[in-house]
């Protein structure tokens, strides 16, 4: 899908925009993810053409992807000549060549990047030793690296000139350098991962000149007029390291070398903040470089940073604080965010939570990527909703977001759905999912799913409780029971009522006026209501029975959140049971160690919740179908709610 305005003004996100010697039609690029269909070898499922057709049916001007196989610099260590390289061969490019082709038709322009790790590239799968410009570590934890010889550079500079020829062989319209978040070129242009003393090294003509050198190489191998992108920090935010100042003679360098776009970026690994920040940071985090770097040259400037929402990349545009705007979770989130931004249809729109579950997915065990808003991620094409064999009347009994999911979707295929929950409000358990500080946007997907259901008819009753007499009464042909979860009793019963109160009911907004306050439970739930306390000024300790908190919590999210508690003075305290209370003192376990602690004004109980499904056990009788899905099946992630509402909508 080609998206153009061709007579809006020249700001405008939908106008065309040349770089070099190619055109886009709009100023909306699909950033580069790591999305874990397609292995860093190289090799292209047809998961992964389906999954680039619909951001490509979507509308962004460009696609940029990730270097994998035969894009990759560090698939060999540099002493090996780039012909002898088994992924270089041309046959290891064919599944690229089918991608491309694949998405060409829908007229979208691609661009690949060209990628080297650095001294942060792993032994697997390429079996080589990490290499940088000097020996320096990235992590005190990390190998350390091998420092480069001048062959090695005049190695590597020639690979990805070869690269680059083959990325134009196959089909691409523009390749892009990575020379930022640490990685091998970024290695180079710090000051604090580049310490030689000779060519390569020293002022910062010295540092640039390995990446001046490829940009030059690769300008041989793939002629005049063919883009070249440079993705460049604006700062590495870190002591010692690539500072704005720095960037700025950097992207005049580049300008003058013959690069035609600058994508900017920022941070490395263990700076703030992170390259991809959750929600804990304001958006677009990095457009101040972005602007600053703009001034400096008179080439197209691209950037990303949780841009999520087309209205704020126009203002960004229109500011002049950018030319392109690269767009990354959000088309994971959404891919047909920019067509349906062009259409007027907002509300349709699945917006980006920032809450980057997408990028943390490993950290939670999940084995594969996913989206806690789009259950169709990577599997777009089995979730293609597909009229229903036969029109069943379906009763969804929960309108939390497992059985908001499984109704409009039940309804969109053509069965008769009714939807009911016993609050006048739907949403369940989310609503309180989005008290926290800065979450309060999560919100909008309750808004999200109750537009889905008015678009796909589904009946509601809304504050109405529903028995199993009720159900046996109706005879619907099947039952959703999608009742969601409670919390647990709480612990510490030795307690007396006016010592304790629940995270849920901190969460609702019932804040006991007091002033110090103990969180039992160090988990997501935990560390989220210590957070709200402690804007709300109050002196707060959180205790753990492991010894590690927000241990539900993926990588990035957790490490913004504990740097904010921190930030507040926050006391965290891990291997700690509360055992019992008495008159004046809790009696803890520290540790094995066992203590007294004199009472706080209030302990507040975080220690998670039970599903709820009172309703299947009078369903005995019942002959239709019956299913049990999200929090009311096994109380877990909103991830997780969804997912089996989309499963169940579109099964049944």
């Not at 028995?467 to 009742?483: Q, Y």
């Not at 220690?607 to 009078?618: C, F, M, P, S």
Request: hydrophobic share 40%; charged share 25%; with cysteine.
């Amino acid at each position: 899908m080609i998206l153009t305005e061709s007579n809006n003004p020249q700001r405008s996100i939908y106008s065309p925009i040349r770089i070099g010697g190619l055109e886009l039609s709009n100023r909306l690029v699909m950033a580069p993810v790591a999305i874990h269909l397609a292995p860093i070898t190289g090799e292209i499922s047809e998961d992964t053409i389906r999954y680039f057709l619909e951001r490509a049916r979507g509308g962004v001007g460009l696609i940029l992807m990730g270097g994998t196989g035969w894009a990759r610099v560090d698939a060999a260590h540099p002493s090996i000549p780039y012909e002898q390289v088994s992924f270089y061969k041309k046959e290891r490019t064919e599944g690229h060549k089918r991608l491309v082709e694949a998405l060409k038709r829908t007229g979208v322009k691609l661009g690949v990047q060209i990628h080297h790790r650095g001294r942060q590239a792993p032994r697997h799968p390429f079996d080589c030793v990490p290499v940088a410009p000097s020996s320096i570590p990235w992590s005190p934890r990390a190998e350390v690296p091998q420092a480069l010889s001048i062959s090695e550079i005049d190695s590597l500079i020639e690979r990805y000139g070869k690269i680059a020829e083959q990325a134009k062989r196959i089909g691409f319209d523009l390749v892009e350098i990575h020379a930022a978040h640490g990685y091998l070129v970024s290695n180079f242009l710090s000051p604090d991962s580049n310490q030689r003393h000779d060519q390569y090294g020293g002022d910062l003509q010295g540092r640039a000149r390995f990446l001046i050198d490829i940009v030059k190489n690769v300008r041989n191998a793939v002629g005049s007029n063919y883009p070249i992108s440079i993705r460049m920090n604006g700062s590495d935010f870190k002591k010692g390291g690539l500072t704005l100042e720095e960037s700025k003679k950097i992207a005049h360098l580049l300008e003058g070398s013959g690069v035609d776009l600058i994508n900017v970026s920022g941070g490395v690994n263990g700076s703030f903040p992170l390259t991809i920040s959750p929600y804990y940071v304001q958006k677009g985090y990095f457009v101040h470089l972005s602007e600053e770097i703009k001034k400096e040259v008179n080439i197209p400037v691209m950037v990303a940073g949780r841009i999520h929402e087309i209205p704020f990349a126009q203002k960004i545009l229109e500011e002049g604080k950018a030319d392109l705007i690269a767009i990354g979770r959000g088309l994971i989130a959404d891919p047909y965010l920019p067509l349906k931004s062009f259409q007027g249809k907002e509300m349709d729109i699945r917006k980006c939570l920032s809450c980057n579950y997408c990028i943390d997915t490993f950290s939670y065990g999940a084995g594969e990527m996913a989206c806690v808003v789009n259950p169709s991620l990577g599997k777009e094409k089995e979730a293609e909703l597909m009229p229903a064999k036969r029109r069943k009347v379906i009763w969804v009994i929960g309108a939390g977001l497992a059985g908001m999911e499984a109704a409009w979707r039940a309804s969109a295929r053509g069965h008769s759905v009714t939807l009911l929950d016993k609050e006048n409000d739907p949403g369940g358990m989310w609503i309180l999912a989005s008290n926290p500080p800065e979450k309060q946007h999560f919100k909008f997907l309750i808004d999200y799913f109750l537009n889905r259901i008015q678009q796909s008819g589904v009946t509601t009753f809304f504050n109405k409780n529903v028995s199993s007499e009720d159900i046996l009464k109706a005879k619907p042909d099947v039952v959703i029971i999608a009742t969601g979860a409670e919390p647990k009793e709480g612990l510490i019963s030795s307690l007396k009522d006016k010592e304790r109160t629940s995270a849920w009911d901190i969460l609702k907004g019932n804040i006991p006026n007091c002033k110090k306050f103990l969180v039992i439970g160090g988990g997501a739930v935990g560390l989220e209501v210590a957070h709200l306390l402690a804007v709300k000024g109050r002196e707060v300790t959180v205790v753990e029975m492991r010894d590690k908190f927000g241990i539900d919590m993926g990588d990035t999210l957790r490490w913004n959140l504990m740097r904010i508690l921190g930030n507040y003075g926050v006391k965290m305290i891990p291997s700690v049971e509360v055992r019992y209370a008495d008159e004046d003192y809790l009696h803890v376990t520290e540790r094995g160690e066992q203590q007294k602690w004199k009472k706080f004004d209030m302990h507040v109980v975080a220690i998670g919740l039970q599903a709820t499904d009172v309703l299947r056990a009078g369903l005995i009788d019942f002959k239709g179908e019956i299913y049990i899905i999200g929090d009311a099946k096994e109380p877990r992630k909103g991830v997780d709610a969804i997912r089996e509402g989309a499963e169940i909508g579109n099964s049944i």
